[in-house]
């Protein structure tokens, strides 16, 4: 099993940046992804940004330009810095870690984002 603890959401306005973090423990795979999602009201789940744990990098449409994604592979966290918000970033963010060789995916128990106009 691995556990996900997320922190660094809340409240900014627009323009403004926010970081997350998430941290992971518990079991280790050696070929894995770590990322976050993001659900906004009475939207789907979406992809925000992964990273591999050797660095390649892939991002939404939406946040590129905008959003970094990184990881520090000795301390199994995953960090998202978050600037030229937008009320439509509005969401829970949801920190993902991928177990690719057995294909499984760990959620952790999500971030309130609020952007304001």
């Known amino acids: 099993q691995v556990q996900l603890v997320e922190s660094g959401g809340g409240l900014v306005q627009a323009g403004g940046s926010l970081r997350l973090s998430c941290a992971a423990s518990?079991?280790?795979?050696?070929?894995?992804?770590m990322g976050w999602y993001r659900q906004g009201p009475g939207k789907q789940r979406e992809l925000v940004a992964t990273?591999?744990?050797?660095?390649?990098?892939n991002y939404a449409d939406s946040v590129k330009g905008r959003f970094t994604i990184s990881r520090d592979n000795a301390k199994n966290t995953v960090y998202l810095q978050m600037n030229s918000l937008k009320p439509e970033d509005t969401a829970v963010y949801y920190c993902?870690?991928?177990?690719?060789?057995?294909?499984?995916?760990?959620w952790g128990q999500g971030t309130q984002v609020t952007v304001s106009s």
């Open positions: 990273i591999t744990n050797g660095g390649s990098a």
């Open positions: 993902n870690y991928r177990a690719v060789v057995i294909r499984h995916d760990y």
């Open positions: 518990g079991s280790s795979f050696s070929i894995n992804a």
